[in-house]
């Protein structure tokens, strides 16, 4: 087992003339909860496709436990898009008979209790649930795998305030303990409380990766504080907006 779970060296993705993200560099061990934090834009949504596979670098290395994103990373990695990408027709039953066909590691009972405490039930259609419900389910799903990595796309964008604590606690108590949870958003006020690393990334580049404790005692702020120091200049949407 590699002493890392994921491993990036001067990992660069560009479309066309744009440039995504620009010779990254960082390593992140196990059993670590990390925050990928920056404005909308600077190339959080890219790493993470990149990670899962589904985008290939344009230069550069990318390892999830030693090896390159492929068949054997994709059962290593949950992942949870920043859209939603269950379809309505669908019930309960049908879409965690998906998640235990396709995932071996995947926890029917687990998913089956996360459920029932969102008073979700098996048979309930997807298109009559509320947007709300419907992220929750999918993340009850998504952390009902014992996957040794963990990416969440803004899992909590677009939700009130009351959802956002019951994600992060959901988060909390059902990954992996031995698994690494990679976050990425923009609200790091939400999140800041749950981290062990934050990782800064600033127009597709890394400007900062480090232990929570000791940026708190390096800089005499918070992570949210040093988020809006780092980004004050930065309009949210910024250069790259969608990546």
């Known amino acids: 087992m590699n002493d890392f779970i994921i491993q990036c060296r001067g990992l660069t993705k560009n479309y066309g003339t744009k440039t995504a ?31 899962c596979g589904l985008l290939q ?22 992942y949870l898009p920043d859209r939603m990408y269950v379809a309505d027709w669908m ?25 029932q405490r969102l008073g979700i039930q098996e ?4 298109k009559a649930m509320s947007k709300g419900t419907k992220e929750k389910l999918q993340l009850a799903l ?13 899992p909590i964008a677009g939700v009130d305030p009351a959802a956002r604590d019951y994600i992060m606690n959901t988060i909390l108590t059902n990954y992996n303990e031995n698994g690494t949870v990679l976050i990425s958003t923009h609200l790091i006020g939400d999140v800041e409380r749950v981290l062990d690393e934050a990782m800064f ?31 004050r200049t930065e309009p949210f949407g910024g250069e790259y907006h969608g990546f």
């Open 201 to 231: 990334l600033k127009n597709g580049r890394m400007v900062r990766h480090q232990n929570v404790d000791d940026l708190r005692q390096q800089e005499g702020k918070s992570v949210d504080a040093l988020f809006r120091e780092i980004f």
């Open 91 to 115: 019930k309960v039953r049908d879409l965690m008979g998906f998640f235990r066909d396709f995932y071996q590691d995947f926890d029917g009972a687990k998913a089956s209790e996360m459920c």
């Open 142 to 154: 998504v952390m009902s795998r014992k996957a040794q990595l963990y990416l969440l796309d803004e």
């Open 123 to 126: 048979k309930d259609r997807i």
């Open 21 to 51: 993200l620009e010779q990254v560099e960082f390593s992140i061990g196990r059993g670590r909860i990390v925050g990928l934090l920056g404005p909308n834009g600077s190339g959080k949504t890219t790493l993470i496709k990149l990670l």
């Open 57 to 78: 670098p344009t230069s550069g290395e990318l390892l999830i436990d030693g090896h390159t994103p492929g068949a054997y990373t994709k059962g290593q990695v949950s």
